[in-house]
């Protein structure tokens, strides 16, 4: 009997080392003592790659590599003599064994490497990064996989987040990213990754107000989603609840008819003549009375824009949405809450600037009591064009961001690419700078793993630019904490409370 160690247990160079020996000095499957690190048996006996080679190691099929790349990373104790049989049959002559899939070899080990593609893609689905507090960009996740699959899923991870410092910890391993290199470590505990952060609580909100009772498939969730991996989601404190009610949900939403929105503005009926040198305010009293498209029949009301007139910076969003609509004003709701923390995050006061939207009403689709977001088409933004042609005219902004495609492409143009552009400096007809990025909802809605904390990254990567705008003053002006040395264009807003 001679022994063979793999360390670590599920690396592929690590078993392949030994079992070359092994195969070279003509070791058969049953004299080989696999132990699945370095710790030697006490029965064992001499290690096998001290063996003299007695011959040339055969060619192995690619295919074959592959599978033990996967069965490697399984927990089974018996893998290593099960990989090293195969690969015994194989030199000996079975060149097609793997074709055999009824073969109890094959068999055995297509269910381990099975098991350990189905446990990657939980880990990629399941993983949820936590930042770090009082750390920039650094973040932190705890995952609890079945098999040792770290280092086989990591790179995932580092090609998907290449942009972010990250750790993943796990019991028996940890993985480490920092932007350019991924270096693996000793396992963790879970209290040495970071709790829930604020982020969350936005995600659980978001994940509330999205969550369709009519379409919940419990069977399917189970499925997709094994309640071992809802201790990862935060979201998952959220369901039992949602779950229990959603029966109730449904029958109330089909007893009921659809209605309209309860507080109908009432509008009147004609349309709005604006003098060329009006207010902001006259521009957006006009606006309430506005027919040039039919988005103002179901809405609740026009939602225009606000802040300070003289405001140096113009963000432009797509349009209100249901928290908007009923409010009467812009990005108050979840995405608003996520625009507001960006700013905060990046120093940024939004009382100085002045937010608005592409298209002024809510354009929506009715389902029972919820109204759900419908992009508004080319023709809204057109109609709605102008209102927003007159905003830029009085504000007279120095830069204007523009938050989405639907902002995007109407200011700069159809022809704009959001996701090839997005975070770079344009110029606007009127010589304007600008420049746009994703809209927040956008960042919300991410349901990848991580993704939601990389798409928020980016956004407050993009929004970093106004730091650097078109001037100094431009940048000082609108500063969460600003200089008195500095001046500011008008008077400083009283920043209004958020809903
Ligand atoms: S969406 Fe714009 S153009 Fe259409 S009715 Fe409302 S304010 Fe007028």
Request: contains cysteine; positive net charge.
């Amino acid at each position: 009997m001679v022994a063979a160690a793999v360390d670590p247990p599920w690396d592929l160079d690590a078993w392949r080392a030994p079992a070359r020996a092994a195969l070279r000095a003509g070791v058969a499957p049953q004299d080989i003592d696999w132990t699945g690190d370095a710790q030697r048996g006490l029965l064992a006996g001499a290690d096998v790659v001290a063996l003299a080679p007695l011959r040339a190691a055969p060619a192995v099929p690619a295919a074959f590599l592959s599978l033990a790349g996967a069965v490697l990373c399984h927990r089974d104790p018996q893998r290593h003599a099960l990989l090293y049989r195969m690969l015994w049959r194989i030199a000996d002559g079975e060149r097609a064994l793997l074709e055999r899939v009824t073969d109890p070899d094959v068999h055995r080990a297509s269910v381990l490497a099975q098991a350990v593609r189905r446990d990657s893609h939980k880990m990629k689905a399941f993983v949820r990064f936590r930042e770090v507090p009082g750390e920039v960009d650094a973040f932190v996740a705890w995952f609890e996989p079945d098999q040792h699959i770290v280092d086989r899923v990591a790179p995932f991870f580092a090609r998907r987040f290449a942009g972010m410092r990250w750790a993943i910890l796990t019991p028996y391993r940890s993985a480490r990213w920092d932007s350019a290199t991924l270096a693996f470590g000793p396992g963790g505990q879970r209290a040495d990754a970071p709790g829930d952060d604020a982020q969350e609580d936005l995600w659980r909100t978001y994940y509330a107000n999205i969550f369709n009772p009519a379409r919940l498939n419990t069977t399917m969730m189970r499925s997709e989603m094994p309640q071992k991996y809802w201790k990862h989601l935060p979201e998952a404190q959220l369901l039992p609840g949602l779950v229990r009610e959603a029966g109730s949900r449904v029958r109330d939403m089909a007893a009921r008819a659809p209605e309209p929105p309860r507080r109908r503005i009432p509008v009147p009926a004609a349309p709005a003549v604006v003098a060329d040198d009006a207010s902001v305010d006259a521009l957006r009293a006009a606006a309430r009375e506005c027919r040039r498209c039919e988005l103002w029949q179901p809405a609740t009301q026009t939602v225009f824009g606000e802040g300070p007139e003289d405001a140096r910076i113009m963000i432009v969003g797509e349009q209100p949405g249901d928290a908007e609509d009923l409010s009467g004003r812009p990005f108050v709701g979840p995405a608003g809450k996520l625009f507001d923390r960006a700013l905060a995050e990046i120093g940024i006061d939004r009382g100085r600037l002045y937010v608005t939207n592409a298209v002024k009403h809510f354009r929506f689709e009715q389902r029972g009591k919820v109204r759900l977001h419908r992009n508004p088409e080319v023709a809204h933004v057109n109609a709605c064009g102008p209102w927003l042609a007159a905003e830029v005219a009085r504000v007279d902004p120095q830069v204007v961001v523009c938050l989405g495609a639907t902002a995007a492409q109407a200011l700069l143009g159809r022809s704009f690419r959001l996701m090839a552009q997005r975070g770079t400096w344009q110029v606007l007809g009127d010589g304007r700078r600008a420049f746009a990025t994703v809209h927040p909802s956008w960042v919300l809605r991410q349901r990848e793993p991580g993704a939601s904390e990389a798409g928020y990254r980016g956004f407050v990567d993009d929004l970093r630019l106004l730091l650097g705008a078109a001037d100094a003053g431009t940048a000082a002006a609108v500063a969460a904490t600003t200089s008195p040395s500095l001046s500011v264009r008008g008077p400083a807003p009283t920043r209004p409370a958020r809903g």
